[in-house]
Structure formats: C-alpha cells, structure tokens
C-alpha cells in the first residue's frame, strides 16, 4: 500500500467512530429572515426558546449570531449580552455557547468587543478569504456576491483575544486552502490541541459540497484535530451522513438550511436537531452529552457565575 496506507493510518489516528458526535446546531445566522422561514428567532426570549428546543433534542452546542429585535444582525455587546442570558436562564449549561466572528464590514475591535466582555465558551474563526455566494439557477444570475475577506492578520487578532479570555476557537474552512492555513498558526505556537475545525461546505465561491470533497477535507487535518461539517442548504442532509460514517461531528441549524430532507420547511431547530440525532443513532453512533463534548474540545466545565459585568 506504501504512502497510500501511510494516509489512511495517518487519518484513522486522527477521527474515530468510537467517539460520540457533537451535534450543534446554528440558531439564527445573520442572513435568512421570517418572511423565508417563520421559526427564526429575532427576540432574546425567542433564542431561549429555541435553545429549550435544541437542547431538548440532543445539540450541546449552540451557534449565535446575534439580532436586535426587529430582526437586524447585531455585533453589539448588548444585544450577544441579552441573547445569552435568555439562553442560560432557560437551559443553564445543558448547552455549551457559541459566538460567530464572521462579518463583511465589521471591524475586527467591535467583533473583539464582544468576545472581551462576554466570554463564550467557544468562537468561530474564518480561516481564509474567499468569494461567498449564492447562484439561482433558475435566473441565471447570483442572488448575492461578496468578497469574504479574513486574512491572517485579522485572524491572529481574533484568535490572539480568544487565547486571552479562554475561548476555544472553532476553525471555519471553506476549502482546502483553509484547512492549510491551520499548520503555521500551529507552528508558530498560536494554536493548542486539540483543535476545533468545521467544514463549511456549499457556499458558492468554496469547496462543493460532496463526500469524497468532506473526505479530502478531513485527510489534509493536522493531528490533534476534532472535525465536524457544515452543510449550508439541501445538500446539508448528505454531509451529516458522509460525516457521520467518517468519524466526525455534525451541524444543523436554521443559519445554514431551512428544511427537512423531505422538503418540509423546519418549524423550529428543534426539528433539524431530532433529525440529526435519529440519524446519528441509525448509523450506530451516539450522540455526545454536554460533559463529553467539552472533553473531545477541551473545553474545562463553565463556573457557576453570571456573564461578566
């Protein structure tokens, strides 16, 4: 088998399905409205609920993208402050919290802002700059298109404030080249193990979305890495199950897709959680308890205390 055997080894070392899988599951997003899907939350009460919801069917980590009231997306310390105590008041640590970083034409002091004041357990860090698109088919012509820009300056910096304030970063990878731009942050003594990487797969201007690509993914892992995938609209379904037979972890939420795999329209997170947790059982893996995610991410357990003033 010679090198080729040498990979496999080097990969079998790195995921095992032994390991239980950390399902979470990304609440709102930034982009999506009710107008596209009723069930997003807007309110502070409405993230609470759907964390009931999400926590009582299996996820153990929650992804925020802060909104106002009305809607709008948010990098404010208030509004991540009153999204987060909604959510700790309505299920305590039964779920483990999660800041997006990821912004076009936010700065990298405001996004530092608030993971200085509130201190998440864990926070998404873009791993490299692309196109971010999305392409309807049917006219021909893109929905929407911008430059993504994340470059390693703005990465150290935001991985630098969560090294501070111990925060696990989570690093998002688009394509290859991102999971590439893990190695010298390793290197360079910036980066602990074990790692936290998410596979984002289906944006336009990224790696497509299919299994042998998610395959390719995990194979260019440094070791010392937990992994898991991303999956943004229908071909989300696919990726849980390619993931789940690689050894890795899953993400759902109603950020990256609004439906079932039937097609029925979610009505709330709580159904694309289920779903994921039933196909984790259907596979013949087991979904993580809070406690052992945090152990697969080396997350110490949460003081008893409030957020910071």
Known sequence: M?????????????????DPVIITCAISGALANREQCPAIPYTPAEYAAEARRIADEGGVMIHIHARRPDGAPSHGVEDFRAITEAIRAEVGDAVIVNYSTGAVGVSVEERVAYLSALRPEVAALNMGSMNYAKYSPRRRDFVFKAVFANPFD?????????????????HECFDTGHVGSLAPLVDMGLLRVPLHVSFVMGVVGGIPPTARNLATMADNLP?????????????QWMLVAAALTLGGSIRVGLEDNLYLPDGTMARSNGDLVRKARQMTLD????????AEARVLLGIPARPAEALPA
Not at 154 to 170: R, Y
């Open 2 to 18: 010679g090198s080729r055997g040498h990979v496999l080894d080097s990969f079998r070392a790195r995921v095992s399905l032994e």
């Open 154 to 170: 703005e990465i150290i910096a935001l991985l630098q404030a969560m090294t501070e304030h111990g925060i696990k970063p989570e």
């Open 223 to 235: 070791d010392g890495a937990h992994w898991g995938v991303i999956g943004i609209s229908r071909a």
């Open 283 to 290: 596979v013949g893996r087991r979904p993580a308890t809070v």
